[in-house]
Structure formats: C-alpha cells, structure tokens
Antibody, heavy 117, light 111 residues
Framework: QVQLVESGGGVVQPGGSLRLSCVVS????????MHWVRQAPGKGLEWVAF????????YYADSVKGRFTISRDNSKDTLFLQMNSLRAEDTAVYYC??????????WGQGTLVTVSS | QSALTQPASVSGSPGQSITISCTGT?????????VSWYQQHPGKAPKLMIY???NRPSGVSNRFSGSKSGNTASLTISGLQAEDEGEFYC???????????FGGGTKLTVL
C-alpha cells in the first residue's frame, strides 16, 4: 500500500534552517509530482510547494518563495523541503502528499516544525 | 484569509443530509473542474473524499457526493453517521501564481 513518511521536524530558532524529508513506498515515485502542505496549530491547510515527477518544474506559495526549496531524489524515493530564514509563522505540521492530477490523493502523517526562540 | 470560502461549521442529526459549500472565483472553482474535498479527524492527516468535482476514490462511501455550480462547489453527505464528524476542506486548482488553494475548513458536528 501507499506510504509516505515525513521526518526532520523539530524546534528551530527564528532565522534558522531545517530540512524535511519524505520517504515514499507503494507507488512508482518517479512517475508522480509531489506537494508539501502545511497546517499551523488550530488552523486550516495551506499549500506550500509542488515539484514535477522529474524535478523539472517547481512552484511555491508566495509566503515561502525565496526561502523554501523543494527537491527530490528519485533514486531514493525521497522528497525534500529545505526551509531557510524560518519565521514564527512557519510553525506548522508539514505534510508531504502525492499528486494525481490536481488533487492530493495520499498524505503522510506529518512532521511538526516549531519556530521559536 | 483563505482563497476559497467555506462555512465555519455545519451540523446535522444521524441519518440526515448536509451540504458544505466552497465558494471561489472564475480563476479557480468556476474556471476548472479541479475541485477536491478532504476529511480530517483531530490529530490525523487529511483524507481525499472527492476529486475533480464529482469523483469518489475507491473505498470512499457513496454517501459522499460532490457538485459544482458557477463559482461554488458543494460536498453533500447523506445518511449522516457519527464517524462523519470532523473537519472538511475543499481545494481547487487556480490560474493565479498560487496554483493550488484550500478553503478555510468546515467543522461538521453530528448531533
């Protein structure tokens, strides 16, 4: 069955960096685009970033553009999110999700990122 | 403020039907048949319930259905059950510089 397992979350100071990973199984990773979606505590879902199946195109939410970088290693079935210049408002659970068309068909369990001094 | 507008809460009794609306613009909901719906239980990851406005993934109950009229999409749940309680989010593809957007979420309470 399809599984997505995020890791790399934790507590980081404002201005710091963190790299999230998402290891997938149960589907042909290099055939699908992938997203990161986040959810601040007690808030709704916010789309963060997307990468095409081959890494050729990447898209970002305005709120993270220039600070976050999405990437993938198709040889290791792994998705990444490099987060720099972190702010308090980046505090959230970060989910990696598999793309199918224009919807998110499978989700990981999420990893919590807390930006605090 | 979310790009798509949903009611903050809806409620219904077991066995009843409820509808959750999701209002956008011609740049998103009204312009594409790419509306999807997600159910989220507390502390859990969202789950896809409806995609491309009306389609149900395998394994999702046929009590869940989707529709769209103009710039507003709707999720209808018939024969409400206690397990349907949770938060529901709509999402749409958009032609803006943010290709995908979510609604603010609707909390469903089964009375």
């Amino acid at each position: 069955q399809v599984q997505l397992v995020e890791s790399g979350g934790g507590v980081v100071q404002p201005g710091g960096s963190l790299r999230l990973s998402c290891v997938v199984s149960g589907f042909i990773f290099n055939s699908y685009g992938m997203h990161w979606v986040r959810q601040a505590p007690g808030k709704g879902l916010e789309w963060v970033a997307f990468i095409r199946y081959d890494g050729s195109n990447k898209y970002y939410a305005d709120s993270v553009k220039g600070r976050f970088t999405i990437s993938r290693d198709n040889s290791k079935d792994t998705l990444f999110l490099q987060m720099n210049s972190l702010r308090a408002e980046d505090t959230a659970v970060y989910y990696c999700t598999k793309a199918d068309g224009n919807y998110f068909d499978y989700w990981g369990q999420g990893t919590l990122v807390t930006v605090s001094s | 403020q979310s790009a798509l507008t949903q009611p903050a809460s809806v409620s219904g009794s077991p066995g009843q039907s409820i509808t959750i609306s999701c209002t956008g613009t011609s740049s998103d909901v009204g312009g594409y048949n790419y509306v999807s719906w997600y159910q989220q239980h507390p502390g859990k990851a969202p789950k896809l319930m409806i995609y491309d406005v009306t389609n149900r993934p395998s394994g999702v109950s046929n009590r869940f259905s989707g529709s769209k009229s103009g710039n507003t999409a709707s999720l209808t749940i018939s024969g409400l059950q206690a397990e349907d309680e949770g938060e529901f989010y709509c999402s749409s593809y958009t032609s803006t510089n943010t290709p995908w957007v979510f609604g603010g979420g609707t909390k469903l309470t089964v009375l």
